[in-house]
Nanobody, 123 residues
Framework: QVQLVESGGGLVRAGDSLRLSCAAS????????VAWFRQGSGEEDDFVAR????????NYANSAEGRFTMSRDNVHNTVSLQMNSLKPEDTAVYYC????????????????RGQGTHVTVSS
C-alpha cells in the first residue's frame, strides 16, 4: 500500500506559478512511478505529467510541456510539480497517483492516488 497526500494548490492569477507536492508513505517509494492527473469541469482524468520510478524519465502532456516540471525526491518520498505561466484552463483538481514501476499515461495503470488539491487560475 502507498498513501499519497497532495498539497500546494490555491487561487492564483493567470501567469502566476504554483508548486504542488505529493507526499508518499508506505512501501518502498523508490520502486513506484508517479503521475499527476487533473480533473477539470469534465468527468475525465487528464494526464499532466509522469516520472518513472528511477527518476530518469519524465513525460508531459502537450498542455504542460515547457510550463510544468515534475521532479521526485526518493529520500524524502516526495514528488513535486512546478507549474509556471498558469492559464485559466489549468483550473482543476490535481492529484498524484503511484504504481509499481508503471510506464503509462493512463490513470488506470496507477492503483494508488491521493485526494487531490484544487488549483484555480483566474484571468
Amino acid at each position: 500500500q502507498v498513501q499519497l497526500v497532495e498539497s500546494g494548490g490555491g487561487l492564483v492569477r493567470a501567469g502566476d506559478s504554483l508548486r504542488l507536492s505529493c507526499a508518499a508513505s508506505g512501501r518502498a517509494f523508490s520502486d513506484y512511478s508517479v503521475a499527476w492527473f487533473r480533473q477539470g469541469s469534465g468527468e475525465e482524468d487528464d494526464f499532466v505529467a509522469r516520472i518513472y520510478y528511477s527518476g530518469d524519465v519524465t513525460n508531459y502532456a502537450n498542455s504542460a510541456e515547457g510550463r510544468f516540471t515534475m521532479s521526485r525526491d526518493n529520500v524524502h518520498n516526495t514528488v513535486s510539480l512546478q507549474m509556471n505561466s498558469l492559464k485559466p484552463e489549468d483550473t482543476a483538481v490535481y492529484y498524484c497517483a503511484a504504481g509499481w514501476r508503471v510506464n503509462s499515461r493512463y490513470p488506470a495503470a496507477y492503483p494508488y492516488r491521493g485526494q487531490g488539491t484544487h488549483v484555480t487560475v483566474s484571468s
